[in-house]
């Protein structure tokens, strides 16, 4: 069974500083990845999407992620943080086999930005 | 365009007592998926919708979970009796329908919490 893994529960950056989210998932084959974020009181929204090509993937807000197949990895950077960054980001995996979609999501990892 | 709602945002209610959850996705969106998160754990998979009809439903926790989408509109969800364990945030999404993996909408989700 398809799993993913966000290793830190809890992140805390200053604002301005570069941030890095870990994301490992453990699938047979290359599932699409995504990650996604939810603001307090908001649904989740997504962030970007790797589903072939180039591994570097950029996403909305100044967001990028790097697929590493050799690591079975996806992780999610932005190099200077702003205050409003502050949410919980979930990386997220979906076969798409058969042509219809079950996304599997990590645990998510809240960020904290301070002054 | 209106995205994905969902009703009520919060509901305490007590073991044993029934709840329904309802989901308005996009207008025009076949694919409709409820997922549910547990405290600290992951989002889960509940059940996908494909217009009326239920593509999977293999993430449904037991039987005293009931999903409907008359008319391939709005769906509910509805626990009874619920159980302590029910208690956590329960998102509803949606997709189009077409060719290739579309992008899931989500709502803010249903904060349940039984006591």
């Known amino acids: 069974a398809q799993s993913v893994t966000q290793p830190d529960i809890h992140i805390t950056v200053s604002e301005g500083a570069s941030l890095e989210l870990r994301c490992n998932y453990s699938?047979?084959?290359?599932?699409?990845l995504f990650w996604y974020v939810q603001s307090p009181g908001q649904g989740l929204q997504l962030l970007l999407k790797?589903?072939?090509?180039?591994?570097l993937v950029q996403g909305i807000k100044g967001f990028e992620a790097e697929f590493k197949r050799s690591q079975s990895s996806f992780n999610l950077r932005k190099p200077s943080v702003h205050w409003s960054d502050a949410a919980e980001y979930f990386c997220?995996?979906?076969?798409?086999?058969?042509?219809?979609?079950?996304?599997?999501f990590g645990t998510g990892t809240k960020l904290q930005v301070i002054p | 365009e209106a995205g994905v709602t969902q009703f009520p945002s919060h509901s305490v209610i007590e073991k044993g007592q029934t709840v329904t959850l309802r989901c308005d996705p996009i207008?025009?969106?076949?694919?409709l998926y409820w997922y549910r998160r547990v405290m600290g754990k992951e989002i889960k998979f509940l059940l996908h919708?494909?217009?009326?009809?239920?593509?999977?439903e293999s993430g449904m926790p037991n039987n005293r979970f009931l999903a409907e989408r008359t008319g391939g509109t709005y769906s509910t969800l509805k626990v009874q009796p619920a159980e302590l364990e029910d208690s956590g945030v329960y998102f509803c999404?949606?997709?189009?329908f077409g060719e290739g993996l579309n992008e899931q909408f989500f709502g803010p989700g249903t904060r349940l919490t039984v006591l």
């Open positions: 999404a949606s997709s189009s």
């Open positions: 790797y589903f072939s090509g180039d591994t």
């Open positions: 997220a995996v979906d076969p798409y086999s058969g042509g219809y979609q079950k996304v599997t």
């Open positions: 919708f494909v217009k009326e009809s239920k593509q999977d």
């Open positions: 699938y047979g084959a290359t599932p699409y």
């Open positions: 207008s025009g969106h076949d694919n």
